[in-house]
């Protein structure tokens, strides 16, 4: 029993030890990198953040995704000092590491992106369609992207044209995916808000009609993402269908009963007396705008008319002035 005890210890010591040691040689091998704005924290978090972009603009995150993502730790946990008022040498150590990684990362994603140029630039299309502002997208992109650093062995291979064709056109798809969100989230928010509300049993014409618009605008948009010329029309009926349906909605919940072609002309007559009273607000603006302006004669006429009076009253008193010397002098004269 004593010598398993003493065996289990032994066996325990030497997992710490190991443990230890390879702590140790990890803590030793981490890379730091000088930072230009020494012992300055702000200055130091603000030099990597700037990094950071670089990075980022150069798609690094994909390129060079475990410098880039150690990076991106070791930079929040500086932000996170900086914030929250840790000690100096915290927020510069790991400043220093997020830098080194930046600068890796920076360097290997120059050197790899020579074999993947035209598939990064499917990549920031949809990246500038506004990926970014969907979660679900995002995560998307993140299974590409993983697919793609596999096939390539993180870009030391070229893709064959069969792959490229195919993770081409997975980028391209989800930029269509991302236009689509940003032009008709909020519509098909709408859209889902009404159908919640049984606008299918309660206005269905309405409804058909959103789901149509809104369907059309789609399409419009996976034939040409990044021309609005195209689908820009159709994105604004989706948007005029969606909201006419929530005011149709409105109108039936609050009197319920209604019918939808009778909640329809409520909400019509609705929007023709915001349209008068808009209408009244802007001549009414207008006409105040009118009568300043009225005013602001008058006044300048107000002025310029006494100005004329003085000027009226001071020539009589140089004439009265000049006729008393002639007196003077004609009298003198005859003397």
Do not use: W
Not at 17 to 36: I, N
Not at 103 to 123: G, M, V, Y
Not at 180 to 201: M, S, T, Y
């Amino acid at each position: 029993m004593v010598n398993t005890e003493h065996s289990c210890l032994k066996h325990c010591l030497l997992i710490l030890t190991c443990g230890l040691a390879l702590s140790l040689v990890g803590c030793a091998s981490t890379k730091k990198a000088e930072l230009a704005s020494g012992a300055d924290t702000e200055a130091a978090v603000a030099e990597v953040v700037e990094l950071s972009r670089e990075a980022e603009k150069i798609q690094a995150e994909l390129l060079s995704y475990s410098e880039y993502e150690e990076g991106g730790e070791h930079l929040q946990k500086a932000q996170r000092g900086l914030s929250g008022g840790y000690q100096p040498d915290y927020i510069l150590e790991n400043a220093a590491i997020a830098k080194a990684n930046f600068e890796l990362a920076l360097k290997q994603s120059r050197d790899r992106s020579i074999n993947a140029t035209r598939i990064l630039e499917s990549r920031k299309a949809a990246l500038g369609a506004g990926l970014k502002n969907s979660t679900r997208l995002m995560a998307s992109l993140v299974d590409v992207d993983e697919d793609l650093r596999d096939e390539t062995d993180s870009f030391s291979e070229v893709l064959e044209p069969r792959l490229f064709s195919e993770f081409q056109k997975k980028y391209f798809a989800l930029e269509v995916k991302a236009v689509q969100f940003r032009e008709l989230d909020a519509v098909n928010k709408e859209i889902r808000e009404a159908f919640d509300e049984d606008a299918e049993d309660l206005a269905p014409e309405t409804y058909r009609m959103a789901l149509l618009d809104v369907s059309e605008a789609e399409n419009l948009i996976a034939q040409s993402p990044r021309d609005p010329g195209i689908h820009g029309a159709s994105v604004t009926r989706a948007v005029e269908s969606a909201r006419l349906l929530s005011e149709v909605m409105a109108v039936i919940l609050e009197a319920p009963g209604t019918p939808e072609n009778i909640a329809l002309k409520i909400v019509y007559q609705n929007r023709e007396l915001a349209k008068l009273s808009e209408n009244v607000g802007t001549l009414k603006q207008e006409l105040e705008t009118t009568q300043s302006t009225l005013a602001e004669k008058e006044g300048k006429l107000k002025d310029q008319s006494e100005a004329l009076r003085s000027t009226r009253s001071n020539l009589q008193e140089s004439e009265n002035v000049l006729l008393l010397q002639s007196e003077v002098l004609e009298k003198n004269s005859t003397r």
